[in-house]
């Protein structure tokens, strides 16, 4: 049980970085979410949809109203602020991954 | 009532929490996001409004829900829950101690409110500042080194109540407070305390018996002195019971407030560091 719990923690502290990442290309909440799963990162509805909402109101993403299809949705896009943001933080990351490479072995 | 119906009146109650400026542009998003949701699960079965509600639930209550698109407001933030558990105790225990009974609840009641109205509004300023309050370093008394003038007057002040209390001056005691049920046991208990105090002055270091003994002690020296003034018929002369136990029963109350006191260091307590080995010479 605990463990499960310190791997979401894990999970919970690279949300982020995996929702910038993966709107280069417009999504609205549900596909977000089917395409984080299906990439192996499932998020809970009620983690993902506020958590796009504030990147929203930090800046990182965009966002406009499609109501064209039977039911309206609300596509994000990062911004230019959010590319820039994506890009320091990829490289962040990596980073971070060649620290845990060398501490893990 | 439908599955929409369902998500409609959760989207509603997620929604009122909101401040008016993202409420309706939430409300349409979430609802949006539900019902496609509950229609892409692959059962037929999941269209329904039991398969809505056990959706929602898994989601989590509305309030849960709205704190996600908005932290809330809090009257006392988790982080002083401690510090308002500690003011409303204290403040409850003060109050019934000085107030009369018939105002007691009201005193409370008025405490806890104003308790709420300060906290709500530190948490209100740390809200539009989380800069506000930063933490200042203060002294830290060890508490196991014994002060000597403290406690000298200590053992002046109880060996004074126990003077006057074997000696009260022009005053009579009444038949009824001589008897040996009534005045020889808080002299014990006084006569403990001074020993106990001497003890710990010669030690020149309290330990955690001797705190807790003295704790006791006093608990139960106050709970004397307010029981000899609730039974009454103590002096001779009962205008004279009517004039000076008022101000044993303030004694009493005192009594009670530095044992209070006395209780919450203890609960508080931070051991001191052992010590460090001298470096050789």
Aim: net charge positive; glycine share 6%; with cysteine.
């Amino acid at each position: 049980m605990t463990v499960e719990k310190l791997e979401a923690e894990l999970r919970r502290g690279v949300l982020v970085l995996a929702v910038l990442s993966r709107l280069r290309t417009r999504q609205y909440g549900y596909s977000l979410r089917q395409v984080l799963s299906a990439a192996g990162m499932p998020v809970e509805e009620g983690t993902l949809y506020p958590l796009l909402r504030r990147l929203e109101t930090q800046g990182l993403l965009e966002s406009t109203w499609d109501t064209d299809g039977a039911s309206p949705r609300r596509y994000y896009r990062l911004s230019p602020d959010g590319q820039r943001s994506l890009a320091r933080m990829s490289e962040s990351w990596r980073q971070q991954v060649r620290v845990m490479d060398s501490l893990l072995e | 009532m439908n599955a929409d119906d369902v998500i409609e009146s959760y989207v509603h109650d997620v929604a009122r929490r909101l401040p008016s400026r993202k409420r309706d542009d939430v409300a349409y998003e979430l609802r949006a996001l539900l019902r496609e949701d509950l229609r892409s699960r692959s059962d037929p079965a999941d269209g329904t409004a039991e398969a809505a509600l056990a959706m929602l639930r898994d989601l989590g209550r509305p309030a849960e829900t709205a704190a996600r698109y908005h932290r809330p407001f809090t009257v006392i933030e988790p982080s002083d829950t401690w510090s308002f558990l500690v003011a409303a105790m204290a403040g409850g225990f003060v109050v019934w101690l000085l107030c009369p009974p018939e105002l007691t609840l009201m005193a409370a009641l008025a405490w806890f409110g104003i308790l709420a109205i300060l906290f709500g509004a530190r948490s209100l300023i740390l809200r539009r500042n989380p800069g506000a309050f930063a933490w200042k370093p203060r002294r830290v008394r060890h508490a196991d080194r014994v002060s000597r003038a403290g406690l000298a007057a200590q053992l002046l002040a109880w060996s004074a109540l126990l003077a006057v209390y074997l000696n009260p001056g022009p005053l009579t005691y009444s038949d009824s407070f001589l008897s040996p049920l009534r005045m020889p046991w808080l002299v014990a208990i006084l006569a403990l305390q001074l020993g106990l105090l001497a003890f710990v002055l010669a030690r020149g270091r309290w330990q955690r018996w001797t705190r807790w003994t003295r704790l006791v002690l006093t608990v139960e020296v106050a709970l004397q002195l307010g029981w000899h003034c609730s039974y009454g018929d103590v002096f001779a002369d009962p205008a004279t019971d009517e004039r000076v136990l008022p101000w044993v029963a303030a004694v009493s109350g005192v009594l009670m407030l530095i044992a209070g006191y006395l209780f919450y260091r203890e609960l508080t307590r931070v051991n001191p560091a052992p010590a460090e080995p001298r470096p050789a010479t």
